[in-house]
């Protein structure tokens, strides 16, 4: 089995390691948790399968000073990759475990298929479902109706960066990103999109999740946010302050961002800001022909001066 | 005396509330629920834990303490004179829905902002000013541990009125004074009849047994002094963290904040907006240093001040009421429950123990 495999794997590296990170099953059967593997016991509560929501890259530039290992599923080493082309983690401090990835669940949309769901008493996961059982009743869904959308747009299931890569690699759900969501949002009128976003971002308790989610905030203590001296943004929680932020956030992000949707899953609020990265993510993809993560020698767009880019004919105006 | 209320009442028996009182209530708000004024197109949802409980009725997100402007002194023109204008925005609020362990965290915030050396003026007008109608809970959610911290679902501190939900309708009982005011107004309510009274109890009760037994964390706050120093367990008790402050926000008993003022010409307010100990901004000192540099001390400090440092300065009241919003909102799971059970567990080695 591909997961005993990768529990070997692990066991082999781990004396080379302070430690591995992966998944575990967390405080109830349908909430995985990330698992710190110090000892070989330790690797033997990791799990591997569609609860493994987190992003574990994000803890690698903390960890610098250390030599660890992390599980990856596809996306979430495009992350590691990003963090490598920016310098902000070095490659031979980390070991990379990676395996086929077949989706993970969205958590916002299993609860809104099973409202009960924080009753969850068993969860049983089979490849193409779902089966949850609360205390009054069973549910079983298929695993395409409560995946995450990045799952349904998967390019890179296989991680793209690997020390140790288990199991058969997966073919991937598409070849570009069909940018389908974005598109219906913006052929709405402005006036709608612009009360969409008040509307979203007006329960917005400005606690930073999404930020600190992101394996690519890196400023994070320094936030301009939170800045005091210089007091760049305003403490007001009007929905304008708010928004203030996701778009400093996004614009931070762009050509850095690699979709991975960590911002919107850690949103206590529930609020969708993904979408205004993918808005960015999209313009760049045009602009530059760039996608994020995928080559840990490239140099992101923003953080490169060229003084004619390719697809920006300056001189031809 | 209990009360009853039809379902198909509570409506118009808030309606009739609402002219002499502002009313929140958790209402449905995209795919969150969340404490809001009560208006007629806003969808009520009392079935279930709302995302974010009702503190920041009482304790706003954000909130201007007093507005100021400066201007020339004509008599002496190197100066400049300070007008300050003191807020006072409190106004008769009644907060519907809430569950037993959302009201115990207003205990929490009146033993920090009114019972202690300094009274925090906003807060005590609001609170003094404010009803509290809660809704028992008839059923326990995976993260729900209330009566691990001196809670249970059918709990009435910091409650003024307590709603039970039976078959048809709920049955309301008055826990203080202001709660039997309240019951004096309004045409709906009926005297319950025995029978739903018996109803109503065996719900509670049955909800009572649904939840884990609870340890006894009387030991606590000692046990957390002793594993002041031990910096191994708490980096690996935070190793998962990403350090959000989420956990604290969604509290009913976190209550820290940050002040600013923030001017614009001559003109400005002073405002004060909730801060966390979970960021690191939070302890920053002038100098540079910090003293909770990691997040490992920023865990400790959360844990601490809920489970110990709180306890001591107020006869032994965790601060924490259970409603496991920390557990259930935290983008890791960290479960706080894990943490305190394993420093309650956590045997120090014998010359530590030894050195006291
Ligand atoms: S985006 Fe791809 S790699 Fe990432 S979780 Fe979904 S299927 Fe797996
Ligand atoms: S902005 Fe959001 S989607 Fe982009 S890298 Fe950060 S967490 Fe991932
Ligand atoms: S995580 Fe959600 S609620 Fe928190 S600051 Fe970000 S958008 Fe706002
Ligand atoms: S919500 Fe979770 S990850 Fe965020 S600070 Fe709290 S414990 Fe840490
Ligand atoms: S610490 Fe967690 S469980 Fe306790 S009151 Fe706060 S949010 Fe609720």
Known sequence: MMLDQLKETIKTALPELDFVMGWTTGYDPLHATPLYMYEPDDVDQLIWGPLNVHNLAVHLPALRHKKVGIVVKGCDSRSVVELLQENLIDRENVVIFGAPCNGVVDMTKIRKAVPDAHFARSVETADNSLTITTDKDTHTLSLAEVMADKCTRCRFPNAVEADHFVGEKRIPAVETDPYADLESFESQGFAERRDFWMAEMDRCIRCYACRNACPLCVCRDHCVAQSREPHWVSQRDGVRDKFMFQVIHAIHMAGRCTECGECERACPMDIPVLLLKRKLGNVIHDLFDYDAGLDAEARPPLLAFKLEEDSIKEKDW | ?356
């Open chain 2, 1 to 356: 005396m209990a009360k009853y209320l039809k379902n198909d009442d509570l409506g118009q028996w808030l309606a009739e509330l609402g002219t002499e009182y502002k009313i929140h209530a958790p209402v449905q708000e995209g795919r969150s629920i969340a404490f809001r004024p009560l208006t007629q197109d806003k969808i009520l949802r009392i079935d279930r834990h709302a995302t974010i409980g009702p503190k920041e009725i009482l304790f706003p997100a954000c909130e201007e303490l007093m507005h100021f402007s400066y201007e020339k002194d004509t008599d002496n023109p190197g100066r400049e004179k300070i007008r300050v204008q003191p807020a006072d925005n409190a106004v008769p609020t009644l907060i519907f829905g809430s569950r037993p362990c959302d009201a115990r965290g207003f205990d929490v915030f009146d033993g920090a902002f009114t019972q202690c050396a300094v009274k925090d003026n906003y807060y005590a007008a609001r609170r003094e000013q404010a009803v509290v109608v809660s809704i028992a809970c008839t059923r326990t959610e995976n993260t729900c541990f209330c009566n691990w911290v001196g809670g249970s679902p059918d709990g009435t501190n910091g409650s003024d009125v307590l709603l039970t939900p039976i078959q048809d309708g709920f049955v309301v009982q008055p826990v203080t004074e202001k709660g039997e005011t309240l019951l004096q107004k309004g045409s709906l309510l009926t005297g319950a009849a025995p029978d739903q009274v018996r109803e109503a109890e065996q719900l509670r009760a049955a909800a009572c047994a649904s939840l884990p037994e609870a340890p006894d964390f009387k030991c606590m706050p000692e046990q957390l002094y002793n594993l002041f120093d031990n910096m191994d367990f708490w980096e690996k008790q935070s190793a998962k963290c990403i350090s959000c402050g989420a956990c604290t926000y969604l509290c009913p008993t976190c209550h820290c904040f940050n002040i600013t003022d923030e001017r614009n010409g001559n003109e400005g307010e002073r405002l004060r907006s909730w801060d966390n100990c979970m960021s690191r901004q939070f302890t920053q000192e002038a100098s540079g240093h910090n003293p909770r540099p990691e997040k490992a001390y920023r865990l400790k400090n959360r844990v601490g001040h809920k489970f110990c440092y709180f306890p001591d300065l107020h006869e032994g009241h965790i601060a924490c009421v259970g409603c496991g919003r920390c557990i259930k909102s935290c983008p890791v799971s960290l479960d706080i429950r894990q943490v305190v059970t394993s420093a309650k567990e956590c045997h120090l080695p014998a010359e530590e123990t030894d050195n006291e």
